[in-house]
């Protein structure tokens, strides 16, 4: 499948999902979608007819309000089926953190933001040890890098030269009280990664799969130290009138507004 109808296909059943179950992290979860499209379908070495194989690339979303992207795109590599996404569970609707309980793929439970890099750190400094060649993959929120466990992880790696693991965040610009860059501001970012010891590239355009490609393939070459990608990228994307609206980091759809989310997304209505 082509990384772009993978993304949109994605999307499309993010969006009903949600839809169906009435709210959800919608801007959170638009804003990754091609960055995990990108690294389950062309990056990481996974098997989705085995989740839990022993050589699998490990994968944490630390920006764990967005586990309904990720339920998404596991859906389309095959993890899940995509029936799953919109369905009540036991009476209840699936959990919108990343929750490994319920979802085959998942590899933490995650939500309490600043976590999911350490654990990662953890994977990767297992993974060296035991002289594995498998690679350790996160997902960061910006508004999550104000965190202090964030630095302290992002610390440790370079100390323990983690040239296993790479983190990526998704640089949307907002977060939940406003603008990253008024509440929390964080340039200069990738500056603060090198020091750490990383290895830091940055992606103009998080959304645009051959700057993701370029980026991670140069991710490979690195020897020695992690590597830090910077994407930014639109919360909310590809729904109109959520595009870099602070105010659907998450929250609930009107009908008018769930039938022209459908229109941008070129879904029946």
Known sequence: ????????????????????????????????????????????????????????????????????????????????PRERLGALEDGVMLPKHADKQRIPGVELSTGSLGQGLSAACGMALCAKRDGSAVRVYAVLGDGECNE???????????????????????YNGLQFDGPVSEVMPLEPFADKWRACGWHAIEVADGHDFQQLETAYNEARTVQGKPVAILAHTVKGKGISFMENV?????GSCSPEQLAQGCRDLGMKV
């Open 1 to 80: 499948m082509k990384l772009e109808g993978a993304a949109l296909s994605a999307r499309r059943n993010l969006f009903a999902a949600l839809g169906r179950l009435g709210s959800g992290h919608y801007g959170a979860c638009l804003s990754e979608i091609e960055i995990l499209t990108y690294l389950y379908f062309r990056e990481m070495n996974v098997k989705p007819e085995d989740p839990q194989w022993k050589d699998r690339d490990r994968f944490v979303l630390s920006k764990g309000h967005g586990g309904f992207g990720l339920y998404s795109v596991l859906a389309e590599r095959g993890f899940i």
């Open 246 to 250: 602070t105010e659907w980091h998450g």
């Open 148 to 170: 202090g466990q964030i630095w302290e992880a992002a610390m440790a790696a370079g100390k323990y030269k983690l040239d296993n693991l790479v983190a990526t965040v998704d």
